[in-house]
């Protein structure tokens, strides 16, 4: 770059971590013209006295219209770390959702990667005006003073106050305090200490010479033998280079002061490596895979259609073997030397699958998840920058890694919701975001489903994608019979037990019996959904969302789901004092403790948010379960999908009506999803499954299709509704959500929106202002509008943007000013 620009100053466009529409400006410092580099990190300062780190996204020598560029403070990177590929995709992903590039790249790159940015203070050695501060103000720049910097942290604790931004933010203002950000390299590689000889010494006749010349000093001569048990004398030159780990003297229980000795006087070398933090695989129990046959057929006409199509849909049912259709398909790719991609949903299964891959891969395989810590998320990224890892499989923020050259996306169990990330921008869609960018690396994508999504069948249907059907269990398996229980007959009969049919409770007590095993799923976690006074029907709610507290009995808590507020449960009504307080409905928690009631020999086993937030927890329960001990797997949607043990035979949906009647134009695709893939647990092998779904309402047509294993039929069903009402498939949906503290100004900005967007687009196009699903989330009153905009008819782009301006009007009237506008493309 630097040659374009010799005698002038360069200028560089810098990405930064927050919400502001475009690229800042900085000027290059002399001495660092010459490096400055696209996709390399620089610190920049930013506003009043911060500092952030960014991406150089242009080098040029323009300097900005419409301010001063300020200098770069410093260059992080000589070698960029941000390929273009990854700041195009960036720049794609913030204009298709509605965001900024800046907030992409934020969530894009490991937070290991971005310097540290905790807010100091620290006293502004200009300042000389004291007699312009109060007393308190004086205090605490003493205090600062002492102490050289405080966090606001440490601040407010010293001076006893919760809140010290105001006062923080009067002694900036009085320009007595600067603050800053500390600034350093969160990335630790790991390394360790190795021991080798003097390379003049590390031949035969060195060493024995060596051992002669220390026999009068038997300790330094153990350290020496030490080394020779672990490197062979015959086979010295070759492997003394690598050395032993420093660890091994201490395990030979060998003299501290003697290895020093022989370090201090040049015989020995100590040396540093850098590690992977992943535990290595044993290579020797890499797993050899046959196809069957119809596996075989089903991965040539992949491959087949991928001669035709960019995208191939893979519809194989339950059990079918689709990982290793997937590890068959990757094995070819990695011969052909591009880089593969493989998505997995952020659920219980990646633990299961991941361990799979790796019999197969071993530690060619990068894995990119979020329960990994940042230091092993960062030795990923800069694993796939150097072409160390030519595979790698991770959840949805992987596609954002520096890939170069990719041959192959799959995504697996493409269906499922935790693809679209909500919270906070960029509210994308990961198997979306991979068809792209699989498109601009000219690689093909492999979408995988028992059940897809009907945005991705009806591509299929229309040739838009290829597809490719594999309607048999492996082995000797084949689908488990489905079952519905009535239980407004069993409610007659007086046959149920704890919210549990007969017909269930018997099925499990056989199970019981013959050592095998039973999953109960249920989509609620905690002890009950609500409590509820008999007397005056009192319903404990969150005070700052609008939905009411669940009761979590181990704590014997009431917690809010939404905003994570507890509460101890009242003993008696907060309104009444009526001691009739009751939890009502059925959570996780409840249905473990009546089973153990019911069953008290049997073995329990939960899985839930609440049981799985430690790291390996996903891990130990499943572990747990397939070791075959426990009889019974109590969950919510977590054991739904994906997760593969031998010994289930039975599942047990305990309600699918809150599933099927859930307020929302997809709950029938879900209910049908999330069924077909929990019976899909029950006889993966040689025993048969049985799958038993208690709801209030057996004649509804999701269930007969579900019963029926009738995905087609339902499907073409279902999206004739669609069609009337044009949803998805047919539209593409954005919503824009208002939130504010007061209802009447959320609601009114809502509604101003409406109209201005239905002068352009149409009343047709334009939905609400409604409330809220959840009308109120931590205070803030949520109204939403929905623009539906058909496929094929407008120009995406220009309506997109039009829609930015008018948020961007509103957002700028005083009255709206502390509105936020969330925009979703693409609602699911
Ligand atoms: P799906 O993902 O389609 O539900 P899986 O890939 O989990 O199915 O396969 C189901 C089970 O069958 C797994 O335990 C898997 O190891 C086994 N399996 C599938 N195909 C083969 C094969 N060709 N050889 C050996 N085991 C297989
Ligand atoms: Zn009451
Ligand atoms: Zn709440």
Redesign the pocket.
């Known amino acids: 770059m630097s040659e374009l620009f010799p005698t002038e100053t360069l200028f560089v466009d810098v990405l930064l971590p927050v919400p502001i529409p475009q690229a800042f400006t900085y000027r290059v410092p002399r001495h660092f013209t010459e490096y400055v580099k696209k996709g390399s990190r620089v610190i920049v300062p930013f506003g009043r006295n911060r500092v952030l780190t960014g991406i150089i996204s242009e080098v040029h020598g323009t300097p900005p219209e419409k301010y001063k560029a300020k200098y770069i403070s410093e260059l992080m990177d000589e070698d960029p770390i941000v390929t273009e590929n990854q700041l195009w995709l960036f720049q794609w992903v913030a204009d298709y959702y509605m965001c900024h590039a800046g907030e992409v790249m934020n969530m894009g790159l490991p937070s290991g990667l971005k310097v540290n940015s905790e807010s100091r203070i620290q006293v502004n050695p200009d300042f000389d005006r004291e007699d312009s501060l109060e007393t308190m103000e004086v205090e605490i720049l003493k205090i600062i003073a002492e102490n050289d910097s405080l966090s606001y942290a440490d601040l407010s604790k010293f001076i006893n106050e919760i809140d010290v931004t105001k006062l923080v933010k009067k002694l900036i203002d009085k320009n007595a305090i600067i603050v800053y950000e500390e600034v350093k390299e969160r990335y630790v590689p790991k390394k360790i200490k190795k021991i080798r000889l003097k390379a003049s010494l590390a031949n035969k006749t060195g060493v024995l010479s060596l051992i002669d010349q220390l026999g009068k000093s038997e300790k330094q001569q153990q350290v020496i033998l030490t080394y020779l048990s672990h490197v062979a004398i015959d086979d010295i030159e070759s492997k003394n280079l690598h050395g032993i780990d420093k660890v091994f003297f201490k395990e030979a229980e060998n003299s501290a002061s003697s290895l020093k000795t022989l370090i201090d006087k040049g015989i020995l070398e100590q040396f540093e490596i850098t590690v992977s933090r992943f535990d290595s695989i044993d290579t020797d129990s890499l797993k050899e ?4 046959e119809h ?1 075989n057929q089903a991965s040539d006409a992949i491959m087949d259609s991928f001669a035709e199509k960019q995208v191939v849909l893979f519809h ?11 590890i068959d398909l990757i094995q070819k790719v990695l011969e052909s030397g591009s880089q593969i991609l493989m998505l997995l949903p952020e659920i219980a299964l990646t633990t299961q ?1 991941v361990s ?1 891959l790796q019999k197969v891969f071993g530690d060619k395989m990068g894995v990119y998840h979020s329960k990994f810590s940042d230091n092993e998320r960062v030795e990923v990224y800069m694993g796939v920058l150097s072409g160390r890892y030519q595979f790698v499989v991770g959840v949805r923020s992987s596609i954002f890694l520096p890939f170069k050259n990719l041959g192959l996306i799959i995504v ?1 169990e493409e269906h499922e919701i935790s693809y679209k990330q909500f919270d906070p921008a960029p509210r994308y869609h990961a198997r979306d975001v991979a068809i792209m960018l699989a498109h601009k690396q000219k690689a093909k994508v492999l979408l ?1 489903s ?1 059940t897809p999504s009907f945005e991705s069948y009806t591509q299929a249907l229309d040739g838009n994608y290829g597809l490719v059907e ?1 309607n048999k ?3 000797d ?1 084949v689908l488990p019979s489905i079952e519905l229980i009535d239980m407004k007959a069993e409610r007659k009969n007086d046959s149920v037990r704890s919210d549990f049919s007969s017909v269930l409770l018997e099925a499990i007590e056989a199970r019981i019996k013959r050592n095998e095993q039973t999953i109960v799923f249920q989509n609620r976690r905690g002890y009950a959904p609500y409590m509820n006074c008999e007397e005056c029907n009192w319903i404990g709610k969150c005070h700052q969302c609008a939905v009411s507290l669940t009761h979590h009995l181990y704590e014997n808590t009431l917690v809010c789901h939404y905003c994570g507020h507890t509460e101890s449960l009242p003993k008696t009504c907060p309104v009444c004092d009526s001691l009739k307080i009751k939890s009502k409905g059925v959570g996780t928690q409840k249905i473990e403790e009546d089973l153990q009631e019911i069953f008290p020999e049997a073995g329990l086993l939960r899985m839930d948010f609440d049981t799985t937030r430690a790291k390996n927890a996903y891990q130990r329960i499943i572990n747990e379960f397939s070791e075959g001990e426990v009889d019974i797997l109590v969950g919510t949607q977590m054991i739904s999908k ?1 997760l ?1 043990f ?1 010994n289930v035979s039975l599942v047990g949906v305990f309600d699918a009506d809150k599933m099927i009647h859930f307020p929302d134009f997809r709950s029938a695709e879900r209910a049908y999803q999330m069924l077909t893939q929990v019976s ?1 647990r029950a006889g ?2 040689e025993k048969p499954g049985q799958v038993l779904i208690q709801t209030g309402d057996p004649e509804h047509p999701v269930l007969s299709y579900v019963v029926q294993g009738d995905y087609k039929g339902f499907y073409h069903a279902e999206v004739k509704e669609r069609e009337g009402f044009r949803y998805p498939p047919y539209s593409r949906i954005i919503s824009v959500s208002t939130k504010h503290v007061e209802k009447t100004v959320s609601h009114k900005a809502a509604g101003l929106l409406v109209e201005k967007l239905q002068a352009k687009l149409g009343s047709q196009r334009i939905l609400g202002p409604e409330r809220g699903m959840v009308e109120r989330i931590r205070n803030q009153y949520i109204f939403d509008v929905w623009i539906k905009l058909e496929k094929n008819k407008l120009n995406m782009a220009a309506t997109k943007k039009f829609i930015r301006e008018q948020i961007t009007e509103l957002n700028t009237q005083k009255e709206f000013k502390s509105v936020r506008f969330v925009v979703t493309v693409d609602v699911v």
């Open positions: 895979i046959k196809l069957t596996q194989g049912i339950t059990g079918s073997g689709k990982t290793e259709i997937y699958i799979r697996d995988g028992a594999l269990r492996f082995g398996a994906g593969d031998d899909g993966r092998k």
